[in-house]
């Protein structure tokens, strides 16, 4: 009975949070492979930067805790198990897998700071991991309010926006840290390569956008379902697609343009601020939130196409959510592609192209 019971509770609790941590390892990989290549800095160079510092020391702390606190959640809280407490159960057995998962799924963190700074490195990884499991327990409550909206426009944006805060918090404590490391590449690859001016801002904005995606996708795949949800809303009020367009693409533009900020923040401090990388960045960004507002109406108009009335029942199901995860992350990544290829082929000439490209597109 109790192997059976925790086998239940790994397939409940610890196989979703291996999940949201596998990003995290993925995050961690890219940046790995920028700053400690062949030619870069050590573990020990890391880590003795980091206790010497206060702000790079908070920065990597800070980072890890937003890239790895959705998983620990997960684990924290186990709500995936929370029907099997009502069936006998092991007394220690749960938390020790959850303990022990906890530590494994830190294993990129772990590995830096025991290589970097042996037992002092051990110490301050447990240190972390208590500040982690504290905040991952805590569950803020927030006082709902009737809310006051003025026009259509800003009603389905706030509504938008209110599905990002309720549905994708894990996405976007996820983005946040992933923005910091996007952040810190682009500076890397900025500082490494001494480029300063319109090349630095090229090189910057392209590798912040490419390093972005992933902290993107999450969100988008929210606000497509909060945009086919309130369908049926728009329709019934006569509002107009086109307000229904701009208010989607400036609930995307928000996420984007916020990524894009917390990605400069680290960016300043791995190189020197760039006004040319701040302009550029955004601009990509505000660029990217357009093209991905087109993905994610044509992903909405499709699924319309596919699925017939009689077939409503159906229409949340996991097949299609997957073919609607598969069509973002593609339109995103070709979104971002599409801004390096205009940086690199024409500078900054080109971002007046993409921004030209991106509008027209949408309009189409």
């Keep these: 009975m109790g192997a059976s019971w925790l086998g ?32 870069g800095m050590q573990p020990h160079d890391l880590t003795l930067l980091a206790q010497n510092n206060l702000a790079i020391g908070l920065v990597l702390a800070t980072t890890w805790t937003l890239i790895y606190l959705p998983a620990a959640r997960v684990l924290v809280r186990a709500d ?21 998962a906890l530590v494994v799924f830190q294993l990129p963190w772990l590995a ?13 990884v447990v240190a972390l991991t208590i500040v982690i499991v504290v905040i991952a327990a805590w569950r803020p409550r927030f006082a709902a309010r009737a809310p006051a909206w003025r026009s259509r426009f800003a009603a389905l944006r706030s509504i938008h926006t209110r ?44 590798v912040i956008a490419i390093v972005l995606v992933p902290a993107q996708v999450g969100p988008l795949i929210t606000l497509d379902e909060s945009h086919r949800a309130t369908s ?16 989607l693409a400036a609930a995307i533009a928000l996420v984007h343009v916020g990524s894009t900020l917390v990605a400069l923040v680290a960016f300043a401090v791995v190189a020197h601020p760039n006004a040319y990388v701040l302009a550029t960045s955004l601009a990509v960004a505000l660029g990217s939130a357009l093209g991905c507002t ?71």
Excluded: K
Aim: proline share 3%; net charge positive; charged share 15%.
């Design 163 to 206: 599905a990002l805060i309720r549905r994708a918090g894990d996405s976007l404590l996820r983005g946040a840290g992933l923005a910091i490391l996007a952040g810190i590449a682009g500076g890397l690859f900025v500082r490494n390569n001494e480029l300063f001016g319109s090349g630095a801002a090229v090189m910057g904005a392209s």
């Design 8 to 39: 239940v509770f790994v397939r409940a609790v610890v196989v979703p949070a291996a999940r949201r941590a596998s990003s995290a390892w993925l995050g961690c990989a890219v940046i790995a492979g920028f700053a400690f290549g062949e030619d």
């Design 232 to 247: 049926w809303l728009a329709q019934s009020l006569g509002i107009a697609p086109t307000t229904r367009t701009l208010a």
């Design 294 to 364: 087109r993905v994610l109406i044509g992903t909405s108009d499709s699924s319309h196409r596919d699925v017939e009335p009689a077939d409503s029942a159906r229409y949340e199901t996991s097949r299609h959510m997957s073919r609607v995860a598969l069509r973002a992350v593609g339109g995103a990544v070709l979104v971002a592609a599409t801004a390096v290829f205009a940086l690199g082929v024409m500078g900054l000439t080109g971002l007046a192209a993409f921004l030209a490209t991106m509008i027209l597109v949408l309009l189409r």
């Design 112 to 124: 830096l700071w025991i290589l970097g700074a042996r037992l002092r490195g051990l110490a301050i």
């Design 80 to 100: 995936g198990a929370a029907f099997l407490r009502s069936l006998p159960s092991p007394r220690f057995a749960p938390s020790l897998v959850a303990g022990t």
